[in-house]
């Protein structure tokens, strides 16, 4: 826990209900032990959402469906999304889960390797998506970034989830389990890249177990916007 417990409780106490399709699937997804995002992600994705109004997002690490679907519900009428797993446990509710949402049609799941795929979107240039949400294995942020920079459009944002790791990457290596450590080193590389690239402008916020949230300032030729 980042912040105190109390502040949390409290602080979620004052979230709006949430519909009951995505009530139901938080509530299948925590049942089942499914890591899914916070409340208090919840809450700063939606506000994000209605501040962006973005017209096309990415999803990188879709689980079993419960942020795209959550995403869904507050975004745009003209807006769209395309969310990324590989995991075929996690696949099979997934597409059930998109498949039953209000706006499921709305929703693109695709299948497979984030690193592939993302190159695979990145390679003509003509992806483009002004909001990314990034909440996959942790220790790939750093392999997924190169083809991320190139998906992210001058003033995109984007969000990544579970960067503080309950606030263990605030500590030295030293102090980490050993079988921590490589998750431990390459965040720590991944916050210091985002927050030190000078196309980026990043805030890291103790919301949730942690999120960056980072805006595209700089063309690729360095010109400011």
């Not at 826990?1 to 602080?11: C, H, K, L």
């Not at 389990?177 to 998750?183: E, F, G, K, Q």
């Not at 210091?192 to 980026?200: F, K, S, V």
């Given at each position: 826990?980042?912040?105190?417990?109390?502040?949390?409780?409290?602080?979620?106490s004052l979230e709006k209900?949430?519909?009951?399709?995505?009530?139901?699937?938080?509530?299948?997804?925590?049942?089942?032990?499914?890591?899914?995002?916070?409340?208090?992600?919840?809450?700063?994705?939606?506000?994000?959402?209605?501040?962006?109004?973005?017209?096309?997002?990415?999803?990188?690490?879709?689980?079993?469906?419960?942020?795209?679907?959550?995403?869904?519900?507050?975004?745009?009428?003209?807006?769209?999304?395309?969310?990324?797993?590989?995991?075929?446990?996690?696949?099979?509710?997934?597409?059930?889960?998109?498949?039953?949402?209000?706006?499921?049609?709305?929703?693109?799941?695709?299948?497979?390797?984030?690193?592939?795929?993302?190159?695979?979107?990145a390679a003509d240039g003509?992806?483009?998506?002004?909001?990314?949400?990034?909440?996959?294995?942790?220790a790939q942020y750093m392999?997924?970034?190169?083809?991320?920079?190139?998906?992210?459009?001058?003033?995109?944002?984007?969000?990544?989830?579970?960067?503080?790791?309950?606030?263990?990457?605030?500590?030295?290596?030293?102090?980490?389990?050993?079988?921590?450590?490589?998750?431990?080193?390459?965040?720590?590389?991944?916050?210091?890249?985002?927050?030190?690239?000078?196309?980026?402008?990043?805030?890291?916020?103790?919301?949730?177990?942690?999120?960056?949230?980072?805006?595209?300032?700089?063309?690729?030729?360095?010109?400011?916007?």
């Open positions: 826990m980042i912040v105190d417990e109390r502040i949390t409780a409290y602080i979620n209900e949430l519909p009951s399709h995505l009530y139901e699937l938080e509530k299948s997804a925590l049942l089942e032990g499914v890591p899914i995002i916070r409340k208090e992600t919840q809450t700063f994705l939606r506000f994000l959402l209605a501040v962006k109004q973005p017209r096309r997002i990415l999803e990188i690490g879709a689980a079993v469906g419960f942020s795209s679907v959550f995403m869904s519900e507050y975004m745009p009428e003209n807006c769209s999304i395309t969310t990324i797993e590989k995991v075929e446990m996690r696949l099979i509710k997934a597409r059930k889960n998109i498949a039953s949402a209000p706006k499921g049609d709305k929703i693109t799941l695709l299948e497979g390797d984030a690193r592939l795929l993302l190159k695979k979107l003509q992806n483009l998506y002004d909001f990314i949400f990034l909440d996959a294995a942790k392999n997924f970034l190169p083809a991320i920079m190139k998906l992210l459009p001058e003033g995109g944002l984007l969000v990544t989830d579970n960067v503080l790791q309950d606030g263990s990457v605030a500590q030295s290596r030293y102090v980490i389990t050993r079988r921590d450590r490589t998750i431990h080193t390459r965040m720590r590389e991944y916050l210091y890249a985002i927050t030190h690239m000078e196309e980026l402008e990043t805030a890291v916020l103790p919301v949730g177990d942690g999120v960056t949230v980072s805006t595209k300032i700089k063309t690729a030729m360095g010109a400011k916007v």
